[in-house]
């Protein structure tokens, strides 16, 4: 069974740009999540989406938006990056319909804002 | 507002002894605790999870231990490898809501 794809795996933008980042879950998975990680912040959630619908979001500003694609793929995107945009931005699936399960994670997307 | 907390940032261990890597929490009302490991240029991948009807769930040589009254849990590792190096991250859950994560432990299994 294929993992979490995320594509592009390295991005650099310059300030001010946007930016679209893509993540295609596990077969079967209607759950998406995304988290920004920068070094000693962990990993910080930005938004859960669940067929189709936004269901839980994070404290981060507008300038960032998601949205999920009836065949649970998902895309992120950052409106007028800032230099603190820099991250490794994580996309992770799940089977969780209500029950307890794990998140899977793909192995990201580096993106540098100069 | 950091609901779970990792405040060793490292750890140091020699191989083949035990690796005890801890959290705390704030909120009660967490019933899903999940441990994760990170490689570099990786993405963190899945270890051993524990509800919170439960205080001990082993899997192999990771067991994890969780005390609800002191809002702590913790993961073993034994015996230690150097392929256990990696960041450890636990997270915890309230069903239905987000997954909230610590800052990671960068634990060294020395050989």
């Known amino acids: 069974k294929a993992g979490v794809t995320q594509t592009p795996r390295y991005l650099i933008k310059t300030r001010g740009q946007q930016v679209t980042l893509s993540c295609s879950p596990i077969?079967?998975?209607?759950?998406v999540s995304w988290y920004q990680q920068t070094p000693g912040q962990g990993l910080q959630f930005l938004f859960e989406?669940?067929?189709?619908?936004?269901?839980n979001k994070g404290n981060f500003p507008g300038r960032f938006s998601g949205r999920q694609f009836s065949n649970s793929r998902s895309e992120m995107n950052v409106s007028t990056l800032e230099l603190g945009d820099s991250a490794l931005y994580l996309c992770?699936?799940?089977?969780?319909?209500?029950?307890?399960?794990?998140?899977?994670f793909g192995n990201g997307t580096r993106l540098t804002v100069t | 507002d950091q609901q779970v907390k990792q405040n060793s940032p490292s750890l140091s261990v020699q191989e083949g002894r035990i690796s005890i890597l801890n959290c705390d929490y704030t909120?009660?009302?967490?019933?899903?605790f999940l441990w994760y490991k990170k490689y570099p240029a990786e993405g963190p991948t899945f270890l051993i999870s524990?509800?919170?009807?439960?205080d001990k769930n082993e899997d192999g040589r990771f067991t994890v231990f969780l005390n609800k009254s002191a809002k702590h849990l913790s993961l073993h590792i034994v015996p230690s490898q150097p392929g256990d190096s990696a960041v450890y991250f636990c997270?915890?859950?309230?069903?239905?809501?987000?997954?909230?994560f610590g800052t990671g432990t960068s634990l060294t299994v020395i050989p």
């Open positions: 997270a915890a859950l309230i069903t239905g809501n987000q997954f909230y």
């Open positions: 992770a699936s799940s089977g969780r319909t209500g029950g307890y399960s794990p998140l899977h």
């Open positions: 909120n009660s009302m967490f019933d899903y």
């Open positions: 989406y669940f067929s189709e619908t936004q269901r």
């Open positions: 077969s079967g998975h209607r759950s």
């Open positions: 524990i509800s919170s009807i439960k």
